[in-house]
C-alpha cells in the first residue's frame, strides 16, 4: 500500500499537480507524523513540535491538520495545514499588542480567512506567553525583547516552512505576511532585515517606533485627564467634537458623504466652544485638551519628539480608550505596560504622568535598535522580487497615522522616487478607519486578493476596492483584530480606495 502511495505521488509531480490529494488518502497518519519529522532548520534555530491532530471539517472550514509546537529558544507557535485544498502556499499572521497568545481561540482567528483561501498558516506568541496588554514579561528580560523585536518572527516563518515541506513533501511556492499593529510592524521588520522571508507583506497601522508610539501613548493620556486623573471629556463631549470635526472637513475631499477625506486640513476645536456656538459645546479646557492630541507630543521648547505627529481629526470617538469613563481607561494597561517594560526598564512602579519630555525620550530610546522599523533601505527586499502594502487608517487612535505617511515618504526618497518605489511598495490611506479595523470610513479590504494579484499576476494595486462592515464582528461575535472582507449581504457603498501619492 505504501509502495503505490509512492507511486501515486510520483505520478502527481511529473503532471506537475499538487500532492496534496495522494497525501490526504491517509491524512490522520501524516498529521501524526509530524512531531517525529526532520525539519530541515539552521542548528541554531531548532524547533519542537508538541502536537498535531486531524480536525474534522466543520462548516465551511476543511479539514485540517493543526500542529502546535515552538522554536528556539522560546517562541511557541500553531500552524493549520489544509488537508486536501491547499493552495501550495505559507501564510504567516502576524499578532496585536504585547502578543503573547498564540493558539487561543480568538488568535487563532487570524487564520480564518487564509486557512479558507487554502494557506497553510502560522502565528506565534512572539516569545512569551500573556494577555495582549500585559508587558511584565519584558522587564529585565533581553531575550523576550530580542524575539519580540524580530527573532521569533524570523524563526517562525522558518520553522512553518518547514513544517509545510514536511507534510506536503514540497515546499510552498508563495510566502505572505499580514499583521496589523504591532503586527504591521513584524511586517516592515521582515522586509528590513529578513528580505527572503516572505513574497508579499501586508504592513497595517505598523509600529513603525516603538519609542515614539510610546510616546504619542504618554502624551494623549496626560492631555485627556486632570491632575487629578479625572477625564476631561466624556461621552458626550467627545462626540460633539468629532461631529465638529467631521462637519468642518467632510467636504475637504470634494464631497460630502460623513467621513474625512483629507484630515490634514485646518481644523480648530476652538470653533466648538461655549462662547463661540450654542447648545452641545467644548469648554476652554476641553478645546485646550484636544488641540494637545492633533499636535502630538513636544518637549518643553515646543519640538516634536518624534515624527508621527498626533492623533488626526476624526479619530475622536478612539480617544475613549484613554479616558476613564465608567471604569479604567482600556488603552492605560497596554500603553502604560508596553512603556514601563517593553520599551524601557522603568519598573512597575512607574506611571504615565511621571513622564518628562525633555528628559525621557533619550531613555525610551535605548531599545530602539531592537525594535524599530523605520530603516527606509529595502534594495535587498525589492531586488528578490519582494511587494510590500502599508495601510493606515486616517482615525487611528492608538497607531498615529503620520508614522505611516512619513516612512512611505522616506522609502520613496531612498528609492529612487515614486515610480521605482511604486513598483514594489505601495501605501493605502483609509478614510474613517481606526485602528486596523472600524470607524466610520468603508474599512473592510481584500487585501490578501490584491497581494496575490500583485506579486502572482504582476497587477498592481492602483485602487482597493473597500466597504463597511456592520456589525465588525465575526458570526459568534468575536471582533476580527485584523481588517478581513465584508461578508455577503453587508456591503454598503462600495469605495475603490486609491494607493497613496508623493508629491
Given at each position: 500500500m505504501?509502495?503505490?502511495l ?9 503532471v506537475?499537480?499538487?500532492p ?5 488518502t491517509?491524512?490522520q497518519?501524516?498529521?501524526a507524523k ?9 542548528a541554531?534555530?531548532p524547533?519542537?513540535i ?5 480536525i474534522a471539517?466543520?462548516g465551511?472550514?476543511?479539514e485540517?491538520?493543526r ?23 505559507f501564510f504567516?499572521a502576524?499578532c496585536?499588542?504585547?502578543c ?25 506568541d512572539?516569545g512569551?506567553?500573556?494577555g495582549a496588554?500585559?508587558g511584565?514579561w ?12 524580530y527573532?521569533?518572527t ?5 520553522a ?6 514536511a ?6 511556492k508563495?510566502?505572505y505576511f ?10 516592515l521588520?521582515?522586509?528590513?532585515r ?5 513574497d ?6 505598523p ?10 501613548f504618554v502624551?494623549?493620556?496626560?492631555s485627556?485627564?486632570r ?5 476631561i471629556f466624556d461621552?458626550r463631549s ?5 461631529r ?16 474625512i477625506?483629507n484630515?490634514?486640513?485646518a ?16 469648554t476652554a ?13 513636544v518637549n518643553?521648547?515646543?519640538?516634536p519628539?518624534y ?5 488626526l ?10 479616558l476613564?469613563?465608567?471604569g479604567?481607561a482600556s ?9 514601563r ?5 522603568f519598573g512597575?512602579?512607574?506611571e504615565?504622568k511621571?513622564?518628562?519630555?525633555d528628559?525621557?525620550p ?7 535598535v531592537?525594535?524599530?522599523?523605520s530603516?527606509p ?7 528578490r522580487?519582494?511587494?510590500?502594502l502599508i ?5 487611528d487612535?492608538?497607531v498615529?497615522?503620520?508614522?505611516s505617511v ?10 529612487g522616487?515614486p515610480a ?8 493605502v ?11 466610520d470610513g468603508?474599512?473592510a479590504i481584500?487585501?490578501i ?21 456592520s456589525?465588525a464582528?465575526t458570526?459568534d ?9 465584508a461578508?455577503?449581504?453587508s456591503?454598503s ?11
Open positions: 505504501r509502495h503505490w509512492m507511486v501515486l505521488l510520483l505520478a502527481c509531480l511529473a506537475g499537480a499538487s496534496a490529494s495522494a497525501i490526504t491517509d491524512a497518519a501524516a498529521c509530524l512531531p517525529t519529522a526532520t525539519l530541515d532548520l539552521p541554531e534555530m524547533a519542537h508538541l502536537s498535531s491532530e486531524l471539517p466543520s465551511s472550514t476543511t485540517l491538520c500542529v502546535r509546537g515552538y522554536v528556539s529558544p522560546n517562541t511557541h507557535f500553531q500552524i493549520t495545514l489544509p488537508a486536501s485544498s491547499w493552495n501550495g502556499k504567516y502576524g496585536t499588542g504585547s503573547g497568545m498564540a493558539g487561543e481561540s480568538l488568535w487563532a482567528r487570524e487564520c480564518d480567512y487564509p486557512t479558507a483561501r487554502g494557506y497553510a498558516c502560522i502565528l506565534s512572539m512569551h506567553r500573556s496588554g500585559d511584565l519584558a522587564w529585565r528580560n533581553l531575550e523576550a525583547k530580542l524575539d519580540f523585536a527573532r521569533a524570523h524563526r517562525t516563518a522558518l512553518g516552512k518547514a513544517i509545510v515541506s507534510f506536503y513533501a514540497q515546499p510552498a508563495r510566502s499580514m499583521g496589523c499593529s504591532t503586527g504591521g510592524r513584524q511586517g521588520v521582515s522586509a528590513q529578513f528580505p527572503e522571508d516572505f508579499g507583506i501586508i504592513a497595517g497601522a509600529v513603525i517606533s516603538e519609542a515614539g508610539t510610546s510616546m504619542s502624551w494623549t493620556l496626560n485627556l485627564a491632575a487629578d486623573g479625572s477625564p461621552d467627545l462626540a460633539t467634537l468629532h465638529g470635526a467631521v462637519a468642518a472637513l467632510d467636504a475637504a475631499d470634494g464631497r460630502k458623504d460623513g467621513v477625506g484630515p490634514l486640513a481644523f480648530d476645536p476652538a470653533t466648538l466652544g461655549c462662547k463661540s456656538k450654542a447648545g452641545d459645546c467644548l479646557e476641553q478645546v485646550e485638551a484636544a488641540r494637545k492630541v492633533y499636535a502630538g507630543p518643553a521648547k515646543g519640538q519628539v515624527f508621527g505627529g498626533g492623533f481629526p476624526g479619530s475622536e470617538m478612539g480617544w475613549r480608550a484613554f476613564s469613563i465608567g479604567p488603552a492605560t494597561r497596554s500603553g502604560t505596560d508596553t512603556t517594560y517593553i520599551q524601557s526598564d512597575p512602579g512607574w504615565a511621571a513622564f518628562d519630555f528628559r525621557d533619550d531613555r525610551l530610546r535605548e531599545y530602539e531592537l525594535y524599530s522599523a530603516n533601505d529595502l534594495r535587498a527586499y525589492r531586488g522580487g519582494g511587494k510590500l495601510y493606515h487608517g486616517w482615525a487612535a492608538r498615529a497615522p503620520l508614522n512619513d516612512y512611505y515618504r522616506a522609502v520613496t526618497r531612498t528609492m522616487g521605482s518605489t511604486e513598483a514594489f511598495a505601495r501605501l490611506m483609509v478614510p474613517g478607519m481606526e485602528h486596523c479595523w472600524g470607524g468603508r474599512f481584500d487585501y486578493a490584491a497581494m496575490e494579484d500583485w506579486v502572482e499576476r504582476d497587477v498592481a494595486p492602483a485602487t482597493l476596492r473597500a466597504a463597511h462592515r456589525p464582528t458570526s461575535g468575536a471582533t476580527f483584530i485584523q481588517s478581513f472582507p461578508p455577503a449581504g456591503e457603498a462600495v469605495e475603490m480606495l486609491p494607493t497613496y501619492k508623493v508629491q
